[in-house]
């Protein structure tokens, strides 16, 4: 499997920008889709944003993130990136990466990141 490392969390104040990396070491990284979830405290891990091997030409949003964030990566370097703007208190949570078939469904993703902490101050 894949090793997957977050970067870039931190704290924001509403309506600020953060931008999240996530470098893959160890394993294939180009044949696959890349993904962000998030867990807020106290809830389930939510679908975030994903993208194909291809690049933005095939990548799917959350509901609650369409038009705020953007996804996407860069094959040569073995990154994924998520553009998070307009932030709002509601997406204050610990983002992960995952990498695996593209699908709204963690089920679908078989390497995980540790996480990376983003709090949005209202």
């Known amino acids: 499997q894949v090793q997957l490392v977050e970067s870039g969390g931190g704290l924001v104040q509403v309506g600020g920008s953060l931008r999240l990396s996530c470098v893959a070491s160890?394993?294939?990284?180009?044949?696959?889709?890349m993904a962000w979830f998030r867990r807020a405290p106290g809830g389930e891990r939510e679908f975030v944003a994903a993208?194909?091997?291809?690049?933005?030409?095939?990548?799917v949003y959350g509901d609650a993130v369409k038009g705020r964030f953007t996804i996407s990566r860069d094959n040569a370097k073995n990154s994924v990136y998520l553009q998070m703007n307009n932030l709002k208190p509601a997406d204050t949570a610990v983002y992960y990466c995952?990498?695996?078939?593209?699908?709204?469904?963690?089920?679908?993703?078989?390497?995980w990141g540790q996480g990376t902490q983003v709090t949005v101050s209202s």
């Open positions: 995952a990498s695996g078939t593209l699908s709204f469904h963690e089920r679908n993703y078989d390497s």
């Open positions: 160890g394993g294939a990284f180009n044949p696959y889709a």
């Open positions: 993208i194909s091997w291809r690049g933005a030409d095939a990548s």
